[in-house]
C-alpha cells in the first residue's frame, strides 16, 4: 500500500459525458501528478500539481483538466469523453516538486467508455 | 524531443539472470528510474540511478548506464516468479521534474 488512493476503482459512462476521478495523496506530500495508462499510448504523463497549483503539463487534451485543493487531493476532470480515453488513470505523489524525488503512485482508476 | 524505449517482452526461468534494456534520447537527463507494475496494481519505484553514475547495485538489483550511447539495463539475479511483472523505465529531466516513462517490458518467469 502506497499510501496513495484513487476514487472511483471503475468507471463506466458512455461517449460524452463528464466524469471526476479523485486522488489523495501520501500525509506530508504536495506533489502530485496524474498519468494515463493505455495499451496504445503506454504510461503518459498529464499534469503535476505542486502545493495547490500547477507545476508541469504533459500530454493533457483541452477536454481535461485537473486541480489540488487546499487539502492536497487532487481532481482530474475528463469531459465529452471519446472511446479513446479509456484507460488507467493514475495519480502518485511525491514530497518534493523536482530534484531526485521517488513517487508513490496509487492503485488507479479505470475508466471505460461505451 | 524525448523518447524512451524498450523491448516489449522477455521470458526468463527462475533462477537465471534477466537483463531489461532501455534506450533514451533526452541527453539531460538528471535522472533515471525503474519501477515495477504487478497485475491491476500501480507503478513501484524499483530503483533510481542519478546521470553522472554509471553503475547502481541494489540487492538483486544492477542498474548500469551508458550515458554516450543513452541506454540504461536493469539486471536482476536469481530473478523468481514474484518478479513477473512490468518494467518501466523513465528519465526525468528539467527542473520541474518532467518524468517520461518507457513502453514497459513485460517480464515473464517459467519455473
Known amino acids: 500500500d502506497s499510501g496513495v488512493t484513487q476514487t472511483p476503482k471503475h468507471l463506466i459512462t458512455a461517449t460524452g459525458q463528464r466524469v471526476t476521478l479523485r486522488c489523495s495523496p501520501r500525509s506530508g506530500d504536495l506533489s502530485v501528478y496524474w498519468y494515463q495508462q493505455s495499451l496504445d499510448q503506454g504510461l503518459q504523463f498529464l499534469i503535476q500539481y505542486y502545493n495547490g497549483e500547477e507545476r508541469a503539463k504533459g500530454n493533457i487534451l483541452e477536454r481535461f483538466s485537473a486541480q489540488q485543493f487546499p487539502d492536497l487531493h487532487s481532481e482530474l476532470n475528463l469531459s465529452s469523453l471519446e472511446l479513446g480515453d479509456s484507460a488507467l488513470y493514475f495519480c502518485a505523489s511525491s514530497v518534493l516538486a523536482s530534484g531526485n524525488n521517488e513517487q508513490f503512485f496509487g492503485p488507479g482508476t479505470r475508466l471505460t467508455v461505451l | 524531443g524525448e523518447d524512451v524505449e524498450q523491448s516489449l517482452f522477455l521470458s526468463v526461468r527462475e533462477g537465471d539472470s534477466s537483463v531489461i534494456n532501455c534506450t533514451y534520447t533526452d541527453s539531460s537527463s538528471t535522472y533515471l528510474y525503474w519501477y515495477k507494475q504487478e497485475p491491476g496494481a500501480g507503478l513501484q519505484l524499483l530503483t533510481y540511478i542519478f546521470s553522472n553514475m554509471d553503475m547502481k547495485q541494489d540487492q538483486r538489483l544492477t542498474v548500469l548506464l551508458n550515458k554516450k550511447d543513452k541506454h540504461l539495463s536493469l539486471r536482476i539475479a536469481d530473478t523468481q516468479t514474484g518478479d513477473s511483472a512490468i518494467y518501466f523505465c523513465?528519465?526525468?529531466?528539467?527542473?520541474?521534474?518532467?518524468?517520461?516513462f518507457g513502453t514497459g517490458t513485460k517480464l515473464q518467469v517459467i519455473p
Open positions: 523513465a528519465e526525468v529531466s528539467g527542473g520541474y521534474q518532467k518524468v517520461t
